[in-house]
């Protein structure tokens, strides 16, 4: 199952909205994640089950989709939300596959 | 508080050997699947390997199945990547990661990472 994110790089100023996109190649259902990695650290859970907050994530943050179309929308960009973005299919679990990345990044 | 450290990155010649550790503290290690995610320079990320918690089961990406091997130490919270037959495209910073859940394949914890470098 190939994960496909839109678009590479999403520029947009804060306080506004953000709208990553992820496809999967094959129906995957809900079981999706997303990660957040900001330059020099490791990356960080945001959301898995395509829409389940994980522990200590902002409300601003949230998942939707099933199947083979997910989306990651940031209801309101803080400074330090912008980072680059990953999704990631477990799906055939415990085989996993991550999307490219999408960059967020000041406007 | 939860945690993952992990240690053993270098630079190593290409076909040879390296071993990660990655120890953990603050859950109960003996719970969880775990796993190892790598991350080559400016590029995505990557799952190599996982293993369950009594090490019945193993699984690889791929590209390192037959050079990698995981392992675990339950009585010393720990991790382990022996790689072999190493090559320049395993270059990449390595991280110890743990599985939300049997149920949910999502990564909810991540080591600093620790760097591995194939150069001659």
């Known amino acids: 199952i190939v994960m496909t994110q839109s678009p590479a790089t999403l520029s947009v100023s804060p306080g506004e909205r953000a709208t990553l996109s992820c496809r999967a190649s094959?129906?995957?259902?809900?079981?999706v994640a997303w990660y957040q990695q900001k330059p020099g650290q490791a990356p960080r859970l945001l959301i898995y089950?395509?829409?389940t907050r994980a522990t200590a994530i902002p409300a601003r943050f949230s998942g939707s989709g099933s199947g083979t179309e997910f989306t990651l929308t940031i209801s309101s960009l803080q400074s330090e939300d912008f980072a680059v973005y990953y999704c990631?299919?477990?799906?055939?679990?415990?085989?996993?596959?991550f999307g490219p990345g999408t960059k967020v990044e000041i406007k | 508080e939860v945690q993952l450290v992990e240690s053993g990155g270098g630079l190593v010649q290409p076909g040879g050997s390296l071993r990660l550790s990655c120890a953990a503290s603050?859950?109960?290690?003996?719970?969880?699947?775990m796993s190892w995610v790598r991350q080559a320079p400016g590029k995505g990320l990557e799952w190599v390997a996982n293993?369950?918690?009594?090490?019945?089961?193993?699984y690889y990406v791929d590209s390192v199945r037959g050079r990698f091997t995981v392992s675990r130490d339950n009585a010393k919270k720990s991790l382990y990547l022996h790689m072999n037959g190493l090559r320049v495209e395993d270059t990449a910073v390595y991280y110890c990661?743990?599985?939300?859940?049997?149920?949910?394949?999502?990564?909810?914890?991540w080591g600093q990472g620790t760097m591995v470098t194939i150069s001659s």
């Open positions: 603050g859950f109960t290690f003996t719970n969880s699947w």
């Open positions: 990631q299919h477990y799906n055939r679990w415990p085989l996993f596959n």
């Open positions: 094959q129906r995957v259902s809900t079981n």
């Open positions: 089950g395509a829409s």
């Open positions: 990661v743990r599985d939300l859940s049997q149920q949910v394949g999502a990564f909810d914890v």
């Open positions: 293993i369950k918690q009594d090490e019945t089961e193993k």
